[in-house]
């Protein structure tokens, strides 16, 4: 399989629907859980009891690739691949004053979804990212660079409802019930494919307010 032919990962801003879209899939990803358990001092014993103590997030950690000057013409200045690319995603680290808690009235950075095709996904918030550069232009602009990103869980999957497989209506439309998380762009991505077409699915719910989705909620998917 030709790497045009591979689905590019990407990841999505829960909280308007923007995409980055990564230039190379990542060559690997770990995933990280730590679970506490507190140790019960005791005497005259050899192993102390244990006591769970709660569990932490779970972690996603990726390297990225992102290149400004192999696809440039001979001759020709490359791009700067932090504007061109990876300040998008430091971008999703940093509070948008929009989005403001409602008792605090304080912004926060944005809720992401990392996607990698159909198969998988992680809802998070981006907890770490560093960012190394590996090539240069004649003049220190940097053209190459590579970023590890860090994930952390968002929610508790096991308390959520998962992500439904919609079914057939009469008419042949499909039906697909809200998740804590959904957003209108995302559920037209996975239907349609392009995450703009939302306002079809919004239109046809007769939906007025489209960026607070409720969970539970069934939405009409019409025939694309």
């Known amino acids: 399989m030709s790497n ?70 001979p001759g020709a200045t490359p791009k700067d691949v932090r504007k061109q690319y990876t300040d998008a995603i430091w971008k999703l680290m940093m509070v948008d004053p929009a989005l403001k808690d409602k008792k605090s009235k304080k912004g926060r950075p944005p809720r992401v979804r990392f996607q990698w095709g159909s198969a998988w996904s992680f809802n998070a918030v981006i907890s770490n990212i560093q960012q190394k550069f590996t090539l240069f232009s004649p003049d220190g602009t940097p053209v190459r660079a590579t970023l590890t990103v860090s994930f952390q869980q968002e929610k508790d999957e096991a308390n959520l409802a998962p992500q439904n497989p919609t079914s057939g209506g009469l008419g042949g439309e499909r039906f697909w019930t809200v998740a804590e998380g959904d957003t209108l ?40």
């Open 185 to 224: 762009g995302w559920i037209a991505y996975k239907e349609y494919g392009q995450a703009t077409e939302w306002r079809v699915i919004a239109d046809a719910n007769r939906l007025t307010n489209v960026r607070e989705l409720v969970p539970g909620t069934v939405l009409m998917i019409p025939n694309g």
């Open 4 to 73: 045009a032919s591979l689905v590019k990962a990407v990841i999505i801003n829960l909280d308007n629907d923007n995409r980055v879209e990564c230039l190379f899939n990542p060559k690997e990803y770990t995933f990280a859980k730590q679970n506490k358990w507190e140790r019960k001092k005791t005497s005259g014993g050899n192993v102390p009891q244990l006591t769970f103590g709660g569990g932490d997030p779970a972690t996603l950690q990726m390297e990225l690739l992102f290149d400004t000057y192999a696809d440039t013409a």
